[in-house]
């Protein structure tokens, strides 16, 4: 299939979910009231819910969260099954997590099991580096139900999980790109909070087209979520199996919900024959005035990188091991077989997985950021150079999945 026939597949097959009416639950950061909405975007969603929430009427300034924590984005949005609890925050509260609220209720109420809790809180805040080591010597047991992968073959790897993924290898993509989306937000933040954004016009110009292609692109790897995919262990040697194809693509991969503008789309994919498209790039003449962000996806000149087929190669083995790579300035984990940990094993090591980070090498927050607002300062810059940013930010060439006792949060120098 060539690339324009591929574009149009993407173009015109996705759509009845970005069209879909649906209900879900909102609440606020203190939990105190709930209201169910129906809607079809994150925009309306966030409307009905300012509106029932009496929280604000600037929807610039309110996020959406889910109950873990995680920031959700128009895209995500998407993605959610139909009830899903989601909170809405304004600016200036902290949004807590499930834990966090329980805990603060016990102590209010003073209920004697505080005391556990305290001495849990304890434990888990003196030295936990070796505890965690030890905790994951002590899982690394029971490999009867290692091979099982749906919800019905095993499940207690799924109690509690707020999900309806019927497949351990579903829900560990849909893990590993909450954590490539998570840098992305991160990096956005720091462009937007820093002083060549806000005080330079031209550099601001150029970061928002650094933004704009970063989600683009990350949208066309699937942000990565073949990391954590033990079906993807084995297909190093099979080159011709590409995630982008939709029928090995998950129902949450963004090939499946594509929300992009036509005449971006194509222009971003370096080709203007919106021809394909069937006319729906007419609809954007009726714009007069657009914002700084929907500027620059319409003119972005970055062009995003595409390939006919390209292998997407997990990091674990194909039982789902996972094997520190070491501290970043090392060529391997000191540690060697003590730092390994399968995630497919058991619910108790897929939560002591979330431990295990991925860290950047070249340093996301004290270098690569600093670099790309010292570039686009000068201007536009070439291709490769944001290419070269972009794999350092978000893919394994500068990502190494590592134990909590090799991530050296310290200044890589």
């Known amino acids: 299939m060539s690339l324009i026939a591929g574009c149009f597949r993407r173009l015109t097959e996705t759509p009845a979910k970005a069209n879909e009416l649906k209900g879900y639950k909102v609440t606020d950061v203190s939990r105190t009231r709930k209201f169910g909405v129906a809607c079809r975007s994150l925009q309306e969603l966030k409307r009905k819910a300012c509106a029932k929430l009496n929280v604000t009427n600037d929807l610039a300034e309110v996020n959406v969260f889910l109950l873990d924590g995680s920031q959700i984005d128009e895209e995500y949005f998407y993605t959610l099954e139909a009830q899903t609890t989601l909170i809405v925050q304004k600016p200036g509260e902290k949004v807590l997590s499930d834990a ?71 829900y560990m993509h849909r893990r590993c790109q909450d954590r490539i989306r998570g840098y992305l937000y991160k990096t956005i933040d720091q462009i937007k909070s820093s002083e060549t954004f806000a005080n330079d016009h031209r550099a601001r110009k150029q970061l928002l087209y650094a933004i704009t292609f970063f989600k683009m692109q990350l949208k066309q790897d699937h942000y990565f979520g073949h990391y954590f995919d033990r079906t993807r262990a084995a297909i190093e040697s099979a ?134 607002l010292q570039l686009l300062s000068q201007g536009v810059a070439k291709d490769e150079d944001i290419l070269e940013l972009y794999d350092n930010l978000f893919t394994a060439k500068n990502l190494r999945l590592v134990h909590i006792v090799c991530h050296d949060k310290g200044a890589h120098k």
């Open 100 to 170: 966090d609220l329980l805990y603060d209720t016990l102590r209010r109420v003073n209920i004697d099991f505080l005391t556990a809790g305290d001495k849990a809180s304890e434990f888990l805040t003196e030295n936990l580096k070796a505890k965690v080591a030890i905790l994951n010597n002590a899982l690394n047991k029971d490999d009867s139900k290692i091979v099982f992968s749906s919800r019905d073959e095993h499940p207690e790897w799924f109690f509690g999980l707020e999900t309806n993924y019927t497949t351990k290898e579903a």
């Open 239 to 372: 080159g011709n199996v590409d995630e982008r194809d939709s029928a090995t693509c998950y129902e949450h991969c963004p090939c499946r919900l594509s929300q992009l503008e036509d005449s971006a789309y194509f222009r971003l994919f370096g080709t203007t024959d919106a021809s394909c498209v069937d006319g729906a790039a007419k609809k954007k003449a009726k714009l007069n005035s657009r914002s700084e962000e929907e500027e620059a996806q319409d003119d972005c000149p970055y062009v995003i990188r595409t390939k006919e087929r390209q292998p997407c190669v997990a990091i674990c083995d194909r039982k789902g091991e996972f094997r520190c790579s070491g501290v970043w300035n090392a060529d391997i984990c000191a540690y060697g077989d003590r730092h390994r940990i399968n995630p497919y094993r058991s619910r108790e090591e897929l939560v002591l997985f979330s431990t295990w980070n991925f860290d950047h090498k070249i340093e996301r927050s004290r270098t690569l950021v600093p670099q790309l």
